[in-house]
Protein backbone atom coordinates (compact mmCIF):
# COMPACT_ATOMS: atom_id res chain seq x y z
CA UNK A 1 0.00 0.00 0.00
CA UNK A 2 1.43 3.52 -1.21
CA UNK A 3 1.58 6.74 0.63
CA UNK A 4 -1.57 7.84 -1.44
CA UNK A 5 -3.47 5.19 -0.55
CA UNK A 6 -3.23 5.31 3.23
CA UNK A 7 -3.93 9.45 3.07
CA UNK A 8 -6.90 7.98 1.02
CA UNK A 9 -8.00 6.02 4.01
CA UNK A 10 -7.30 8.39 6.48
CA UNK A 11 -9.68 10.81 4.64
CA UNK A 12 -12.21 8.19 4.18
CA UNK A 13 -11.76 7.49 7.97
CA UNK A 14 -12.38 10.91 8.90
CA UNK A 15 -15.16 11.76 6.66
CA UNK A 16 -17.02 8.43 8.26
CA UNK A 17 -16.25 10.44 11.42
CA UNK A 18 -17.28 14.08 10.73
CA UNK A 19 -20.75 12.36 9.02
CA UNK A 20 -21.20 10.70 12.12
CA UNK A 21 -20.93 13.59 14.18
CA UNK A 22 -23.59 15.62 11.44
CA UNK A 23 -25.91 12.25 12.34
CA UNK A 24 -26.08 12.81 15.93
CA UNK A 25 -26.39 16.52 15.71
CA UNK A 26 -29.77 16.17 13.93
CA UNK A 27 -31.02 13.16 15.87
CA UNK A 28 -30.13 15.45 18.66
CA UNK A 29 -32.28 18.31 16.83
CA UNK A 30 -35.24 16.42 16.17
CA UNK A 31 -35.35 14.71 19.94
CA UNK A 32 -35.18 18.40 21.01
CA UNK A 33 -38.07 19.89 19.30
CA UNK A 34 -40.17 17.01 20.00
CA UNK A 35 -39.43 16.06 22.96
CA UNK A 36 -38.94 11.85 22.36
CA UNK A 37 -40.38 10.16 24.71
CA UNK A 38 -38.00 6.80 25.97
CA UNK A 39 -38.10 3.41 24.16
CA UNK A 40 -41.30 2.34 25.72
CA UNK A 41 -43.70 4.83 24.29
CA UNK A 42 -41.52 5.49 21.49
CA UNK A 43 -44.06 7.02 18.64
CA UNK A 44 -43.53 7.91 15.04
CA UNK A 45 -43.27 12.41 14.72
CA UNK A 46 -46.38 13.81 12.37
CA UNK A 47 -46.75 16.53 11.41
CA UNK A 48 -49.85 18.34 12.00
CA UNK A 49 -51.76 20.69 8.55
CA UNK A 50 -53.53 22.92 11.44
CA UNK A 51 -50.21 23.70 12.85
CA UNK A 52 -49.49 26.31 9.66
CA UNK A 53 -46.77 26.72 7.21
CA UNK A 54 -43.77 27.74 9.73
CA UNK A 55 -44.20 24.44 11.56
CA UNK A 56 -44.38 22.71 8.00
CA UNK A 57 -40.78 24.37 7.13
CA UNK A 58 -39.40 23.73 10.34
CA UNK A 59 -40.77 19.91 10.19
CA UNK A 60 -39.30 19.48 6.87
CA UNK A 61 -35.66 21.29 7.47
CA UNK A 62 -35.39 19.49 10.64
CA UNK A 63 -36.19 15.67 8.85
CA UNK A 64 -33.64 16.98 6.15
CA UNK A 65 -31.13 17.08 8.90
CA UNK A 66 -31.21 13.85 10.28
CA UNK A 67 -31.38 12.44 6.54
CA UNK A 68 -29.07 14.15 5.04
CA UNK A 69 -26.84 12.94 7.76
CA UNK A 70 -27.82 9.32 7.38
CA UNK A 71 -27.07 9.27 3.54
CA UNK A 72 -24.33 11.13 3.79
CA UNK A 73 -22.85 8.56 6.38
CA UNK A 74 -24.22 5.59 4.02
CA UNK A 75 -22.43 6.96 0.78
CA UNK A 76 -19.67 7.95 2.54
CA UNK A 77 -18.99 4.36 3.59
CA UNK A 78 -19.82 2.81 0.81
CA UNK A 79 -17.78 4.99 -1.39
CA UNK A 80 -14.54 4.34 1.27
CA UNK A 81 -15.21 0.43 0.85
CA UNK A 82 -15.56 0.92 -3.09
CA UNK A 83 -11.90 2.77 -2.96
CA UNK A 84 -10.32 0.26 -0.74
CA UNK A 85 -11.55 -2.55 -2.78
CA UNK A 86 -10.87 -1.03 -6.43
CA UNK A 87 -7.72 -2.77 -6.68
CA UNK A 88 -5.91 0.19 -8.42
CA UNK A 89 -8.62 0.28 -10.85
CA UNK A 90 -8.88 4.42 -11.72
CA UNK A 91 -12.26 4.66 -12.92
CA UNK A 92 -13.48 3.12 -9.68
CA UNK A 93 -11.28 5.10 -7.79
CA UNK A 94 -12.95 8.18 -9.50
CA UNK A 95 -16.47 7.59 -9.01
CA UNK A 96 -15.88 6.89 -5.28
CA UNK A 97 -14.40 9.70 -5.10
CA UNK A 98 -17.28 11.92 -6.83
CA UNK A 99 -19.78 10.09 -4.40
CA UNK A 100 -17.60 11.26 -1.31
CA UNK A 101 -17.48 14.62 -2.87
CA UNK A 102 -20.97 14.75 -3.77
CA UNK A 103 -22.05 13.77 -0.02
CA UNK A 104 -19.79 16.84 0.86
CA UNK A 105 -21.68 19.13 -1.81
CA UNK A 106 -25.04 17.81 -0.25
CA UNK A 107 -24.03 18.78 3.56
CA UNK A 108 -23.08 21.70 2.35
CA UNK A 109 -26.06 22.90 0.45
CA UNK A 110 -28.39 21.97 3.23
CA UNK A 111 -26.55 24.03 6.03
CA UNK A 112 -25.92 27.03 3.18
CA UNK A 113 -30.08 26.49 2.75
CA UNK A 114 -31.01 26.60 5.97
CA UNK A 115 -28.60 29.80 6.84
CA UNK A 116 -30.30 31.62 4.01
CA UNK A 117 -33.93 30.72 5.85
CA UNK A 118 -32.69 32.22 8.88
CA UNK A 119 -31.42 35.34 6.92
CA UNK A 120 -34.76 36.05 5.20
CA UNK A 121 -37.10 35.66 8.50
CA UNK A 122 -36.02 33.88 11.31
CA UNK A 123 -40.08 32.44 12.25
CA UNK A 124 -39.54 30.72 9.18
CA UNK A 125 -38.09 28.29 11.46
CA UNK A 126 -39.54 28.60 14.30
CA UNK A 127 -42.66 25.94 14.96
CA UNK A 128 -46.06 26.50 16.89
CA UNK A 129 -44.57 26.14 19.98
CA UNK A 130 -41.41 29.00 19.04
CA UNK A 131 -38.87 26.75 19.25
CA UNK A 132 -36.06 27.50 16.98
CA UNK A 133 -33.39 24.58 15.53
CA UNK A 134 -29.79 25.47 16.13
CA UNK A 135 -30.63 28.09 19.02
CA UNK A 136 -29.03 28.06 22.09
CA UNK A 137 -31.69 30.07 23.49
CA UNK A 138 -32.75 28.79 27.05
CA UNK A 139 -36.47 27.62 27.46
CA UNK A 140 -37.81 30.05 30.68
CA UNK A 141 -37.25 27.98 34.07
CA UNK A 142 -40.35 27.04 35.88
CA UNK A 143 -38.69 29.73 39.06
CA UNK A 144 -39.28 32.79 36.60
CA UNK A 145 -43.25 31.43 35.96
CA UNK A 146 -45.10 32.51 39.65
CA UNK A 147 -48.24 30.96 40.06
CA UNK A 148 -51.13 32.94 40.00
CA UNK A 149 -52.34 31.36 43.34
CA UNK A 150 -50.81 29.28 46.15
CA UNK A 151 -53.36 28.15 48.89
CA UNK A 152 -55.11 30.87 50.16
CA UNK A 153 -52.62 33.23 48.32
CA UNK A 154 -52.51 34.94 44.93
CA UNK A 155 -50.72 36.85 43.28
CA UNK A 156 -51.03 40.60 43.23
CA UNK A 157 -49.49 43.41 40.96
CA UNK A 158 -46.72 42.41 37.96
CA UNK A 159 -47.84 39.70 36.46
CA UNK A 160 -51.41 38.86 37.83
CA UNK A 161 -54.22 37.78 35.62
CA UNK A 162 -56.99 37.02 38.37
CA UNK A 163 -59.44 39.93 39.16
CA UNK A 164 -57.42 42.71 38.30
CA UNK A 165 -55.28 42.51 41.20
CA UNK A 166 -52.55 44.06 38.71
CA UNK A 167 -54.28 47.31 39.62
CA UNK A 168 -52.76 47.23 42.85
CA UNK A 169 -49.92 49.42 42.95
CA UNK A 170 -46.58 47.66 44.69
CA UNK A 171 -43.52 49.70 45.69
CA UNK A 172 -40.17 48.71 43.31
CA UNK A 173 -39.02 46.05 44.94
CA UNK A 174 -41.91 43.81 44.37
CA UNK A 175 -40.78 43.84 40.85
CA UNK A 176 -42.00 40.48 40.19
CA UNK A 177 -45.54 40.89 42.26
CA UNK A 178 -46.44 39.61 45.46
CA UNK A 179 -48.91 37.50 47.65
CA UNK A 180 -51.32 38.29 49.75
CA UNK A 181 -54.91 36.58 51.27
CA UNK A 182 -57.46 36.38 48.33
CA UNK A 183 -59.85 38.47 50.63
CA UNK A 184 -56.82 41.23 51.16
CA UNK A 185 -56.63 41.46 47.72
CA UNK A 186 -60.15 41.51 46.86
CA UNK A 187 -60.23 44.61 49.32
CA UNK A 188 -57.26 45.96 48.29
CA UNK A 189 -58.82 46.11 44.68
CA UNK A 190 -61.67 48.24 45.28
CA UNK A 191 -59.16 50.56 47.16
CA UNK A 192 -57.27 50.54 44.41
CA UNK A 193 -60.19 52.33 42.59
CA UNK A 194 -60.90 54.93 44.74
CA UNK A 195 -60.34 58.35 43.36
CA UNK A 196 -58.28 61.33 44.79
CA UNK A 197 -55.98 59.40 47.20
CA UNK A 198 -52.53 60.22 45.80
CA UNK A 199 -49.86 57.50 44.78
CA UNK A 200 -49.88 54.87 47.34
CA UNK A 201 -48.57 51.86 46.98
CA UNK A 202 -47.97 48.63 49.02
CA UNK A 203 -44.69 48.52 50.81
CA UNK A 204 -45.03 44.82 52.97
CA UNK A 205 -46.29 42.00 51.39
CA UNK A 206 -45.57 38.41 50.61
CA UNK A 207 -42.30 37.67 48.18
CA UNK A 208 -42.22 33.89 48.78
CA UNK A 209 -44.68 31.64 50.09
CA UNK A 210 -42.96 28.63 52.48
CA UNK A 211 -45.46 25.71 54.06
CA UNK A 212 -48.51 28.26 53.53
CA UNK A 213 -46.97 31.02 55.36
CA UNK A 214 -45.92 34.51 54.04
CA UNK A 215 -42.13 35.16 53.82
CA UNK A 216 -42.12 39.16 53.60
CA UNK A 217 -39.17 41.49 53.29
CA UNK A 218 -38.91 41.96 56.76
CA UNK A 219 -39.70 40.04 59.69
CA UNK A 220 -43.09 41.17 61.98
CA UNK A 221 -44.11 40.63 65.08
CA UNK A 222 -47.83 40.59 64.10
CA UNK A 223 -49.23 37.19 62.92
CA UNK A 224 -51.38 38.63 60.54
CA UNK A 225 -48.25 39.36 58.03
CA UNK A 226 -46.82 35.71 57.87
CA UNK A 227 -51.18 34.99 56.95
CA UNK A 228 -51.18 37.44 54.30
CA UNK A 229 -53.88 38.97 55.73
CA UNK A 230 -52.48 42.38 56.20
CA UNK A 231 -50.42 44.95 54.61
CA UNK A 232 -48.48 47.84 54.89
CA UNK A 233 -49.24 50.64 52.44
CA UNK A 234 -46.97 54.40 51.94
CA UNK A 235 -46.52 57.29 49.94
CA UNK A 236 -42.78 57.73 50.32
CA UNK A 237 -43.85 60.03 53.25
CA UNK A 238 -46.16 61.78 55.46
CA UNK A 239 -48.89 62.73 52.56
CA UNK A 240 -50.28 65.23 54.36
CA UNK A 241 -53.68 65.23 56.74
CA UNK A 242 -55.95 65.99 53.86
CA UNK A 243 -54.60 62.73 51.69
CA UNK A 244 -54.44 60.49 55.04
CA UNK A 245 -57.96 61.33 56.15
CA UNK A 246 -59.27 60.33 52.61
CA UNK A 247 -57.38 57.13 52.19
CA UNK A 248 -58.18 55.57 56.06
CA UNK A 249 -61.59 56.62 54.88
CA UNK A 250 -61.30 54.45 51.68
CA UNK A 251 -59.51 52.07 53.48
CA UNK A 252 -62.32 51.88 55.95
CA UNK A 253 -65.15 51.52 53.28
CA UNK A 254 -62.81 49.15 51.42
CA UNK A 255 -63.19 46.67 54.47
CA UNK A 256 -59.93 47.49 56.08
CA UNK A 257 -58.69 48.44 59.83
CA UNK A 258 -56.00 50.78 60.03
CA UNK A 259 -53.14 52.16 61.81
CA UNK A 260 -51.74 55.47 60.97
CA UNK A 261 -48.13 54.90 61.53
CA UNK A 262 -47.45 58.60 60.26
CA UNK A 263 -49.03 60.27 63.03
CA UNK A 264 -46.25 63.23 64.59
CA UNK A 265 -48.21 62.79 68.32
CA UNK A 266 -45.59 61.38 70.14
CA UNK A 267 -48.11 60.59 72.89
CA UNK A 268 -49.42 57.62 71.32
CA UNK A 269 -47.95 53.94 70.53
CA UNK A 270 -47.83 54.37 66.35
CA UNK A 271 -46.19 57.38 67.02
CA UNK A 272 -42.92 56.41 64.07
CA UNK A 273 -43.68 52.98 64.53
CA UNK A 274 -43.51 52.70 60.71
CA UNK A 275 -43.81 54.71 57.57
CA UNK A 276 -47.26 54.72 56.32
CA UNK A 277 -50.41 52.63 56.96
CA UNK A 278 -51.12 49.53 57.86
CA UNK A 279 -54.24 48.03 56.78
CA UNK A 280 -55.82 44.91 58.10
CA UNK A 281 -58.87 43.11 57.36
CA UNK A 282 -61.66 43.47 59.80
CA UNK A 283 -59.13 43.20 63.40
CA UNK A 284 -62.16 41.69 66.30
CA UNK A 285 -60.92 43.55 68.65
CA UNK A 286 -59.89 47.04 66.49
CA UNK A 287 -60.71 49.77 69.00
CA UNK A 288 -60.76 53.61 67.93
CA UNK A 289 -57.52 54.90 69.84
CA UNK A 290 -55.91 57.74 67.76
CA UNK A 291 -53.64 54.83 66.02
CA UNK A 292 -56.23 52.63 64.82
CA UNK A 293 -59.48 53.62 62.50
CA UNK A 294 -61.67 50.72 62.59
CA UNK A 295 -63.94 50.13 59.76
CA UNK A 296 -66.91 48.82 61.29
CA UNK A 297 -67.40 51.78 64.19
Known sequence: ??????????????????????LFFSATLVSEAYEIPDEATLEVIQFDAKQGINELVNYIVEWAFILAGVFAFIMIVYAGFQYLTSGGNTAQQ???Q????????????????????YTIN????????????????EPTTEEEIKPQQIGDFVLIGTGA???????????????????IDKETADKLVILAGKQ?????????????????KCITTINHESACHSLGTCVDVGYGGDPGPEITDAFINAANQAGFDVIDEYTNDTSLWCYNSGSGFHLESSRSNCLNDSCWFCANS
Open 1 to 22: MNYKQICAIKSIIALIVFTSCI
Open 94 to 96: KDA
Open 98 to 117: ERIVGAIIGIVLLFAFYIIL
Open 122 to 137: PDILRGSSGTTILSSQ
Open 161 to 179: TLDNYNSIPLSSEFANGAY
Open 196 to 212: GLGNWTVTEACVKISNN
